[in-house]
């Protein structure tokens, strides 16, 4: 199993940047697919971004195209979001998953406790 952590959540304003953090523990020796989703108040949770683990392709949803960036470093065993250009839409707790490639939360089997978002207009 693999156990993703998130950290770098926060109150920023509109206009704004954060970079969020995963660090996976657990079974690191598998190069998994990770993933980034987001779940606003009385919302499904959606797909954001994710990156491969052996070809390092990635793949944003339209809503975050240009301003979110995803990375990995496997050596620290850590998925990054860099934010920027934050909007109040924004706004949701953002969560770190691990699995396979795909956009549908079926494809990630391992899940983090997510960390708040939150964008002030």
């Known amino acids: 199993q693999v156990q993703p952590v998130e950290s770098g959540g926060g109150l920023v304003q509109a206009g704004g940047s954060l970079r969020l953090s995963c660090a996976a523990s657990g079974r690191t020796n598998i190069i998994y697919t990770m993933g980034w989703f987001r779940q606003a108040p009385g919302k499904e949770r959606e797909f954001v971004a994710t990156?491969?683990?052996?070809?390092?392709?990635?793949y944003y949803a339209d809503s975050v195209k240009g301003r979110f960036t995803i990375s990995r470093d496997n050596a620290k065993n850590t998925v990054y979001l860099q934010m920027n250009s934050l909007k109040p839409e924004d706004t949701a707790v953002y969560y770190c998953a691990a699995g396979s490639w795909g956009t549908a939360r079926r494809a990630y089997d391992y899940w983090g406790q997510g960390t708040q978002v939150t964008v002030s207009s």
């Open positions: 990156i491969s683990g052996s070809r390092d392709s990635t």
